[in-house]
């Protein structure tokens, strides 16, 4: 998840295919994210590096569409139905995901684990 | 090379231009070779060019027999622009100011001046006695005409006779208090309303009296405490216009509705008072009383130098024709003015590069003047300081043990003086304020800053900024008598986009007057527990 400037980001992500659940009128997915271009990302406390400004998943509703497909606390999402989520302000990431028009989103999250059970599998 | 010349008034001949007009322009502006002003004129060798007003503007040239003979030295002369001084047009205007304020101190006629003074004061006594009489007279007539048929009244007629003498005491130091004290100004009219009240008084007084007259001293009445209550009733009805009195002069114009925007025509001060409701003649006394505590002090040798610079401006390029007369189609003469042909480019060009020269030569001097200014004032400061060290209160145990070496404050401040007094001076005169302050009233300025323990930069305050007209002596103000020039009757109010003027002899005041708007003011609550704040540290948004 560490990031070297002018290099591309490579991380170990997960796919995570999430169906939107309507409640009254809205779509919800039951998280709740974080971060973004513009916070203050030495808040964030989930992120390895505190320079990361990137989107985390802060809150996972018990029982949510986002919990049964597999979501977890401390996500990173680094994107969204194919659109980029490493280097947008809060206010975008929060209006991709919560598009009416979309009814299921797929998410690509990166942690921590996840590169460790690589490395584990690989040794 | 004469600098020293005094050679004027001779006749004017045609112009010549060249080495000649040179010279004579030089002899000239040598003249007043005792301004103390050093600057150069670089003069066209065209024509006249000092805008000096009683000259004429022809040169002044010199007889022509001894000219022949000087030419060759005058053409050798190289420096002969930075000797030279400037006339300006101060000279001459600054001898007749002089001239003038003398002559105007002894011009009042000093009985005319006298009655306008006191007669207001000798009409009020009169109306103030004739007030006090009146209700006296009406309580001792009966018994004096009738006494025989008068009936007697106990208590309530004591009661009655102490009202009234209560109410004619305070009446008494009412009208003395509003009326009847030393007026501190002339002013050209009578206010209105005094006069009004006046009459109203003299109306009220008349009435009773033929009242009285009718009824009680005809009829020869009986009722002596029907008379005293008439007295009692008399003396409240003069209470109450007393009152109004009071209401009319006094508190109308406490309340402010007026903006006033006073500027000062020699050097542009401006100043802004809030006035209420009143007469134009009055709103010009108050502000004269404003101007004598706010203006700095008006000095007409701060004002020289831009004189200096209209003159030069004045006296630019002038076109002369050479082709004759068909040519004299269009304005001619000052610099600017063009006349048809190839000549208008030349002069406008010449124009503009002249003016460039204007404002880069202000640019300059003021900055240099600044500078000056500025090392003098430093050298002031540290003079001061110096001296005030050297001097120190003594003790009261110490004033037993030592009687030798003991000053009074006067000697203390003579024996510091001294050491200041170079740099003192020096700074007073580059910023041309020596003629405000003499060397005795520096000296009491230092005793009073001794006396009351205080610093040097306490002492220097006073030199080193002009400070109100008001505190310096009566023969610097320039403005003891004042002219209030006005569209409007003097006596008519205030009113929105009024314009009147004070003159006096070397300066005067433009007043305008604005009202103030109506002012519009809505409340609105706020609940102290209203004031709530979330930290929005970082955001969490749930999708």
């Not at chain 1, 680094?78 to 280097?87: I, L, P, S």
């Not at chain 2, 040179?22 to 060798?45: A, F, G, Q, Y």
């Not at chain 2, 008084?201 to 009986?222: A, H, K, M």
Request: proline share 4%; glycine share 6%; hydrophobic share 40%.
């Amino acid at each position: 998840m560490s990031f070297i400037p002018g290099q591309p980001v490579t991380a170990v992500v997960q796919r995570i295919e999430i169906r939107k659940l309507r409640q009254g009128e809205h779509l919800i997915l039951g998280f709740s994210i974080g971060g973004g271009i513009d916070q203050d990302p030495g808040q964030n406390p989930f992120s390895e590096d505190k320079s990361d400004k990137g989107i985390y998943v802060t809150r996972v509703t018990p029982e949510g569409p986002a919990e049964v497909a597999g979501l977890m606390m401390g996500d990173k999402v680094m994107q969204v139905n194919g659109w980029d989520m490493t280097m947008v302000t809060h206010d975008q990431a929060r209006k991709r995901l919560t598009k009416k028009n979309e009814d299921v989103v797929r998410l690509l999250v990166t942690r921590k684990s996840l590169e460790q059970a690589v490395r584990h599998s690989m040794m | 090379m004469d600098t020293e010349s005094t050679h004027s008034g001779y006749s004017n001949r045609s112009n010549r231009h060249g080495e000649q007009s040179r010279r004579e322009r030089r002899k000239l502006s040598s003249k007043d070779s005792s301004r103390s002003e050093r600057s150069v004129i670089i003069n066209t060798p065209y024509g006249p060019t000092q805008a000096s007003p009683n000259h004429n503007s022809e040169p002044l040239l010199e007889v022509p027999t001894s000219v022949a003979g000087d030419e060759a030295p005058s053409l050798q002369d190289d420096n002969w622009g930075e000797t030279t001084t400037a006339v300006t047009g101060t000279s001459e205007l600054s001898l007749s100011q002089e001239e003038v304020v003398g002559l105007g101190k002894g011009s009042e006629d000093g009985l005319r001046q006298g009655c306008r003074r006191y007669a207001p004061l000798a009409l009020g006594l009169c109306v103030g006695l004739l007030v006090l009489a009146t209700p006296l007279a009406f309580l001792v007539l009966p018994a004096v005409l009738w006494p025989a048929r008068l009936q007697a009244c106990g208590s309530a007629c004591e009661g009655l006779f102490l009202s009234v003498s209560c109410k004619l005491l305070i009446l008494l130091l009412a009208v003395w208090a509003i009326f009847l004290r030393q007026a501190h100004a002339s002013l050209p009219r009578v206010c209105v309303y005094r006069a009004l009240l006046a009459i109203l008084t003299l109306l009220l007084t008349l009435s009773y009296w033929l009242f009285y007259g009718v009824r009680i001293l005809d009829s020869q009445d009986e009722d002596y405490q029907g008379i005293v209550q008439f007295a009692v009733s008399l003396v409240d009805s003069l209470l109450f216009v007393h009152y109004l009195a009071i209401v009319l002069l006094e508190l109308r114009q406490l309340q402010s509705c007026y903006s006033l925007c006073v500027i000062r025509s020699t050097d542009g001060e401006t100043r802004y008072y809030n006035l209420g409701q009143l007469s134009i003649q009055r709103a010009a006394l108050s502000l004269l009383e404003f101007y004598y505590r706010d203006f700095p002090l008006h000095n007409p040798a701060l004002l020289s130098a831009s004189k200096h610079r209209a003159a030069k401006h004045l006296a630019g390029l002038k076109v002369y024709t050479v082709d004759g007369p068909g040519n004299l189609a269009g304005p001619a003469g000052g610099s600017g003015g063009s006349q048809v042909g190839g000549h208008s480019r030349a002069m406008i060009s010449a124009a503009a590069r002249r003016r460039d020269a204007t404002h880069n030569e202000l640019y300059y001097e003021e900055a240099d003047h600044d500078r000056r200014v500025r090392k003098r004032r430093a050298r002031l400061v540290v003079a001061v300081e110096e001296a005030f060290m050297h001097v120190r209160r003594m003790q009261q145990e110490e004033q037993k043990a030592s009687p030798g070496d003991v000053m009074d404050v006067r000697e203390a401040a003579l024996a510091i003086f001294p050491s200041m007094a170079r740099a003192l001076q020096k700074y007073l005169r580059t910023t041309r304020r020596q003629h405000c302050h003499s060397m005795d009233s520096i000296q009491r300025h230092l005793a009073f800053c001794l006396t009351h323990n205080m610093s040097p930069k306490a002492f220097l305050e006073a030199y080193l900024s002009p400070g109100p007209t008001l505190q310096y002596g009566r023969e610097r103000w320039m403005a003891g008598q004042w002219t209030l020039v006005s569209e409007a009757a003097v006596t008519s109010g205030l009113k929105e986009d009024t314009v009147f003027s004070l003159r006096c002899l070397d300066f005067s005041l433009a007043v305008t007057v604005k009202s103030i708007p109506y002012i519009q003011m809505t409340e609105e609550y706020v609940d102290p527990k209203s004031h709530k704040f979330t930290l929005s540290l970082q955001s969490e948004t749930s999708v």
